[in-house]
């Protein structure tokens, strides 16, 4: 990993990337600063982006797909994760489909073409995960097709999964519109059009009734580090997750569901609705692990603890 890391005087110098938003956004505007750390800050919109910036050793503290960060870590790659967890997300509204594609329940999937940037992103690996145990539609019971190349080379999906990819600049939403696929499953839905309808009757509903039934608030992702600097510094990991829970502290929280009452939602996720720390989080990391190992993401399950600095 190239380093940008030198010791001036008592600080660390870190080359670091995130994200102009959420629960990072008060270190990037410069609210919120990491004890005895002076941070070489790079603004980068898309965390694709930084993910494969840091698996090219550009940065030494990064905000990166979680997904993405257990397959290079597991193939060697010389990063850890530190237990902030950035990005979290309920999936239900990210499922469109088109009109005249018989999809009217979330059932109705099965035998379609079902859309996705990447195969192994790790909204896609929730998105197959969550289909299967939350509405038993297993993942070779879909043809998926990707626009985007994957993240890490070597990836293939398991024995009995059709997976097609379709280079599209303009990413799923555009084979939608031409109808090359039934059903788009997005990390974020940036576009609408008429004639695209839910599988869900009530998203909101459905969201409920996934957190309510399994507890899980799916992690997008989180913050690593090069793990040479954490072994040269071991002091440093702490001191730098002391900055990112002050940060999450002084951020603007989006509810984790849109269009939920508020009073709903606090007696749904109590007061901290983004925890950090592993044990906190150690159902959904361990869901998350058990659906990678399940989809060929991964060969083997791997303890979340030989993850974390």
């Known amino acids: 990993m190239a380093s940008a890391l030198s010791d001036a005087g008592s600080k660390i110098s870190l080359a670091a990337s995130l994200t102009p938003e959420g629960l990072v956004l008060p270190i990037v505007e410069g609210k919120v600063a990491f004890d005895g750390v002076d941070l070489a800050l790079n603004i980068q919109k898309s965390i694709d982006k930084n993910s494969r910036a840091m698996i090219e050793g550009r940065f030494e503290l990064c905000e990166m797909s979680l997904a993405t960060f257990v397959k290079a870590r597991l193939e060697g790659l010389p990063i850890v994760a530190l237990p902030a967890f950035t990005g979290r997300r309920f999936l239900q509204p990210m499922v469109v489909a088109r009109a005249g594609a018989g999809i009217r329940t979330i059932q109705d999937l099965a035998g379609k073409r079902v859309g996705l940037p990447q195969y192994w992103m790790t909204s896609s690996v929730w998105h197959r995960g969550v289909l299967e145990d939350a509405y038993g539609i297993a993942q070779d019971k879909v043809e998926w097709v990707t626009t985007a190349t994957e993240r890490l080379d070597r990836m293939r999906p398991p024995p009995g999964v059709t997976v097609r990819n379709l280079p599209e600049p303009e990413g799923p939403f555009a084979l939608l519109e031409r109808g090359q696929v039934d059903c788009v499953m997005m990390p974020k839905l940036t576009r609408r059009a008429p004639g695209w309808t839910s599988p869900f009757?009530?998203?909101?509903?459905?969201?409920?009734?996934?957190?309510?039934?399994?507890?899980?608030?799916?992690?997008?992702?989180?913050?690593?580090?090069?793990?040479?600097?954490?072994?040269?510094?071991?002091?440093?990991?702490?001191?730098?997750?002391?900055?990112?829970?002050?940060?999450?502290?002084?951020?603007?929280?989006?509810?984790?569901?849109?269009?939920?009452?508020?009073?709903?939602?606090?007696a749904m996720f109590g007061a901290d609705p983004y925890p950090y720390g592993l044990e906190a989080n150690r159902a959904t990391l361990e869901t998350f692990i058990g659906y990678a190992h399940r989809q060929g993401l991964i060969a083997e399950p791997v303890k979340i603890e030989t993850l974390f600095a």
């Open 201 to 266: 009757s009530d998203p909101v509903q459905a969201q409920t009734d996934y957190f309510r039934a399994s507890r899980i608030f799916p992690i997008m992702h989180l913050v690593v580090m090069s793990q040479s600097v954490a072994r040269r510094h071991p002091e440093l990991p702490s001191r730098l997750m002391a900055g990112l829970v002050e940060a999450k502290r002084q951020a603007e929280v989006e509810s984790p569901i849109a269009g939920l009452p508020a009073a709903e939602a606090q």
